[in-house]
């Protein structure tokens, strides 16, 4: 055997021995803050170890109160997501109307405009309409981004059009399609979008900030920021509400992953 045989025949066994290697180096970089919040929430500020860090954070602070905000603001705005941004997906894959690329670029162009830059006119016409301390006027610039819309859109592009000709064929409008045909198959898509939109408003903390005065309104993010001035050095409190307040989201990440991966993997760019 020639060297260059050796050679070839080594490199999978490399690959076979560092890809491994590379995933757990990840998979550790990525978890390891997560391990240092429980750890650091389960001890005393002398390095003893501690209950009473989880027993302050569920009884002496309002923790609850602010996941419970979170949790309205997120169910709320990720049932509207799915049911605007689903409608819209389908019209831009399926439909055939004057404008359509030029309303897809338009949606797409969305993305790229940050929060900051629209802050002060979302401002403005939230407390034009009185929405001002309210659930509402925090759901509201939640509900439209291109994301949603683009990743329904490019997951209807892979139904077969032989599906939806059949409809047709059987008497079936826009609407019936839609519902009947689409609707059904496009589960990856519509756990995919819920999952990374109700993560997204979990995570909202300029936007509350700028339109709550109310503390009883202040969603987890706000709550935990106020948390951390108020007890700043007192680092078993902060990781025990920190780690509270990140127990649901990790709890939905993990329950609908692999819808997430399946999505992902039939909704590429077409």
């Known amino acids: 055997m020639s060297r260059n045989d050796v050679l070839r025949a080594g490199r999978p066994r490399a690959g076979r021995i560092l890809k491994p290697l590379l995933a757990g180096f990840i998979a550790i970089a990525v978890v390891s803050p ?11 500020d002398s390095g003893g170890w501690t209950l009473e860090n989880l027993r302050f954070a569920v009884t002496d602070s309002q923790v609850f109160q602010w996941l419970l905000n979170s949790v309205i603001v997120s169910v709320a705005s990720t049932i509207l997501v799915l049911v605007i941004h689903s409608m ?9 109307f004057r404008g359509r690329d030029v309303a897809f670029l338009g949606v797409a162009a969305t993305m790229f405009v940050s929060l900051p830059v629209l802050l002060v006119p979302l401002f403005i016409i939230v407390r034009e309409f009185g929405m001002l301390n309210s659930y509402i006027g925090i759901i509201l610039p939640t509900l439209f981004g291109g994301f949603a819309t683009i990743l329904m859109r490019q997951f209807f592009l892979t139904v077969p059009r032989e599906l939806e000709e059949a ?22 898509a519509f756990v995919s979008v819920a999952v990374i939109n109700f993560l997204a408003s979990w995570n909202l903390f300029m936007w509350p900030l700028t339109i709550t005065t109310d503390s009883s309104l202040w969603v987890v993010q706000v709550g935990i920021t106020s948390f951390q001035t108020q007890y700043q050095g007192s680092w078993g409190y902060m990781m025990a509400v920190t780690f509270l307040s990140a ?24």
């Not at 409008?173 to 609707?183: A, C, D, N, S, W």
């Open 34 to 44: 997560l391990l240092v919040m429980v750890l650091q929430s389960l001890q005393t």
């Open 167 to 188: 409809a047709r064929l059987d008497g079936c409008g826009h609407v019936r399609t839609f519902l009947q045909i689409f609707l059904p198959v496009a589960r990856p």
């Open 247 to 270: 127990l649901p989201t990790l709890v939905v990440f993990f329950i609908l992953q692999r819808y997430i991966v399946a999505s992902l993997k039939t909704s590429g760019i077409k």
């Open 88 to 96: 819209a997906g389908y019209a831009l894959a399926r439909l055939r």
